[in-house]
């Protein structure tokens, strides 16, 4: 990239900035404000659904341990029951009270199993019998016992008796079972002699699960439970709204607002990535304000610059075309003098042929500063590709052959044309001038090493190049960006492997007058761009030092 296409570059940055700061009054819109809403109910959404869920699965669990604990507990007092009641049959207590008094207070003091109290109640529901002597004589009126009595069924309910809550067991003693006593208790068989009863207290466990505080726990669970979802969704709504304030910040920063700032309370947690936010739009609006004086004084350069070019140009031409008269003339006199001598004279003729070549040299010079001065512009006309390229390769295998004489050194040369290429519009000699130019500086550059010379003509549509290209700065970008080449861009390579370009010579390599070989004039490549320029076409190099360079010429291709 040369000095013109740098300006060209921090020129166009610098457009596109202040297309980008005539936009500051770009606001964070409200479908913006819409999607950060969106986010949060979504979050609390499944905050609530989660918990819902929790709930849910709390319920069921407390719900199957009550079951799982009531049923436990009823299986082991009805076993405790069922196991009194076959000791009461067995001993046949029925028929003796006082035994059967003493049989229930020590299976009570016992401890054997943890049982509160032990009653048998008659027919009359009149107890008989107790672990505990003062219910003796005591009616127990309950409906249930009249249950058990009429339907000859144990059950089990829980009570809260002399203010404890306890769990009581209510079981039938019939006649079939005291066969020995059958005809004294005078009692027809099947019938219910009486009640057993079996109180247990509650363990802390069952008795928090079965009181109705359990429920009241589920409650405040579930309160809970909302308290957090609801201070998740205050978080989640305020970490939003911060997230899009900073998004929107950050969209006008990059619309040319460079005023913008984020404002966030130093000790929330938005705070340190405020301050850095800042930091870099400081710097960020520092490094524009610098860019765009350096912009302005190489727009100023560029100015000066291209008019002194302009100038020199004028001057270049002018001189040339003052001297390109007098050089006819010494041509001319010169070829008289070569005719005058005798051809026996070695001396003299070697002499003529020196300034004959002197002044074709010179005529050279001359007309590569005439085109860079003025430069025709084309005359497009069809170009068959085959006949290009056959036109060059004499003269391109004669530079072959002259550095393998001298060098020692072997370069290949071929090409290829694409079925899509091999017809297209342009100047048909300024073409030929440009491969010629490219192709003969490849066989200089691998003159040393030796080497491959390869010459590729393709067509490349539009949208391609664009994707490759348009978002540069440079000329090539501009173009591109232009669509003046809707059809195409007919695509020509010129790769060598030789000895690469320097970055500090690439630079400066389309310079006017910028060589690098003792015998070059400085104008060929700079002739080369004003061609492709003409064409409305641009060139790019990719160079590897060591590596071999690659010259690649765009053209529209009607």
């Not at 079972?177 to 207290?201: A, M, Y």
């Not at 060929?524 to 690659?550: A, E, Q, Y």
Request: aromatic share 8%; proline share 2%.
């Amino acid at each position: 990239m040369n000095y013109s296409d740098k300006v060209h570059l921090t020129i166009n940055y610098n457009t596109k900035f202040k297309c980008l700061t005539s936009r500051r009054d770009i606001v964070y819109n409200s479908s913006e404000m819409y999607s950060v809403k969106i986010y949060t109910v979504r979050i609390i959404g499944l905050l609530a659904l989660s918990a819902f869920l929790i709930y849910l699965g709390l319920v069921i669990t407390f719900q199957y341990v009550k079951d799982t604990a009531s049923e436990n507990r009823n299986e082991s007092i009805q076993f405790i029951t069922s196991e009194i009641h076959d000791q009461i049959i067995e001993l046949k207590l029925m028929n003796n009270l006082i035994k059967l008094q003493q049989y229930l207070q020590n299976y009570a003091r016992s401890g054997e199993v943890e049982v509160y109290k032990l009653h048998v109640l008659n027919r009359n529901f009149e107890v008989v019998a107790s672990s505990d002597i003062s219910y003796i004589k005591k009616k127990l009126l309950d409906e249930s016992y009249r249950q058990v009595k009429d339907r000859s069924r144990s059950y089990v309910i829980n009570q809260v008796i002399e203010g404890e809550n306890i769990v009581e067991c209510a079981y039938p003693i019939k006649t079939s079972i005291f066969t020995d006593s059958k005809n004294s208790l005078n009692v027809p068989e099947g019938e219910v002699l009486g009640i057993l009863l079996v109180w247990r207290k509650l363990s802390p466990i069952n008795e928090m699960i079965h009181s109705s505080y359990s429920s009241w726990a589920i409650v405040i669970v579930l309160l809970g439970i909302l308290l957090v979802v609801i201070l998740i969704g205050v978080y989640v709504n305020k970490f939003f709204t911060n997230l899009g304030s900073i998004a929107g910040t950050a969209k006008k920063l990059a619309a040319g607002n460079l005023n913008e700032r984020l404002d966030f309370d130093k000790n929330s947690e938005f705070g340190l990535l405020a301050d850095s936010f800042n930091q870099i739009a400081d710097n960020l609006e520092n490094r524009i304000k610098e860019t765009t004086i350096v912009n302005k004084k190489l727009e100023e350069s560029n100015v000066e610059k291209e008019k002194q070019v302009s100038i020199l140009s004028q001057m270049a031409g002018g001189v040339a075309h003052e001297i390109r008269n007098p050089l006819g003339g010494i041509r001319g006199f010169a070829e008289l003098l070569k005719n005058e001598i005798s051809a026996d004279d070695e001396k003299k003729t070697r002499y003529i042929n020196y300034i004959l070549d002197e002044v074709k040299t010179l005529e050279c010079l001359v007309q590569n500063v005439l085109d860079f001065a003025r430069p025709k512009p084309p005359c497009k006309g069809e170009i068959f590709s085959e006949m290009l390229i056959e036109a060059m390769a004499n003269i391109i295998e004669n530079k072959i052959d002259v550095i393998a004489r001298n060098n020692n050194k072997k370069i290949e040369f071929g090409y290829k044309i694409s079925e899509d290429a091999s017809e297209f519009e342009a100047d048909a000699g300024q073409l030929r001038q440009v491969i010629l130019n490219l192709s003969l500086n490849a066989c200089e550059a691998m003159s040393e090493t030796g080497g491959r010379l390869d010459i590729d003509i393709s067509r490349i549509n539009a949208e391609a190049l664009k994707n490759e290209f348009a978002a540069g700065g440079d000329n090539a970008g501009k173009i591109i960006n232009s669509g003046a080449a809707a059809g195409g861009y007919i695509k020509i390579s010129v790769s060598d492997n030789g000895c690469g370009i320097d970055k500090k010579i690439m630079d400066n390599l389309f310079a006017p007058f910028f060589t690098t070989r003792a015998s070059g004039t400085g104008l060929g490549l700079s002739i080369c761009k004003k061609i492709i320029d003409n064409h409305g076409g641009f060139i790019k190099i990719k160079s590897v030092p060591g590596g071999g360079t690659t010259f690649t010429v765009f053209i529209p291709g009607a």
